[in-house]
């Protein structure tokens, strides 16, 4: 086999553990979507910029709030369900075509952990499906179920 220089040497990447690496430093997101980070008491530690824009939620006002009292309460009881059953299979959750806000409006919202933060990402979504929610919820408790 011959031999490759620097410049051509192969490398090789694991990634097969990319989706489990912490986020280290919460920055910008993803123009399609926001984030908010709570502390393990619920409060808000961060929030992006575009809170605004995507929630109708100030960025900078809903830092140092609770959870509790920007969403509505059937909303963070939800969550808070969802987080607990799905994060059995991965320590992330999924909850598709939700209305997280008192309106009309859909948001996909992924639920992870980062160090001691508990990490929302929302984005907007045009139509709901329920099929969705119903696989991720079965692909939850097949991987718990596995477990014990």
């Known amino acids: 086999m011959p031999e490759l220089d620097q410049n051509q040497q192969q490398q090789d ?14 920055g910008r ?10 502390s393990a008491d619920w409060m808000v ?7 605004g824009a995507l929630l109708g939620l100030d960025a900078q006002t ?8 920007i969403f509505p309460e059937e ?3 939800h969550l808070r369900t969802k987080m607990q059953v799905l994060s ?11 209305p997280a806000l008192e309106d009309e409006r859909l948001f996909d919202v992924s639920i992870s952990q980062s160090d001691h933060n508990i990490i929302f990402e929302f984005e ?20 718990r ?4």
């Open 13 to 26: 990447y694991d990634l097969t553990n990319c989706d489990r690496e912490p986020i280290h430093i919460l």
């Open 29 to 38: 997101v993803q123009s399609y979507g926001c984030l908010v980070a709570l």
């Open 45 to 51: 530690t961060y929030a992006s910029e575009n809170c």
């Open 62 to 69: 809903i830092v140092g709030s609770r959870f509790t009292d």
């Open 75 to 77: 909303t963070v009881h």
């Open 88 to 98: 059995y299979q991965t320590g992330a959750a999924r909850v598709f075509a939700y």
């Open 124 to 143: 907007p979504r045009a139509e709901g499906s329920q099929n969705d929610q119903d696989r991720s919820t079965v692909r939850a408790l097949i991987g």
């Open 145 to 148: 179920v596995k477990r014990h």
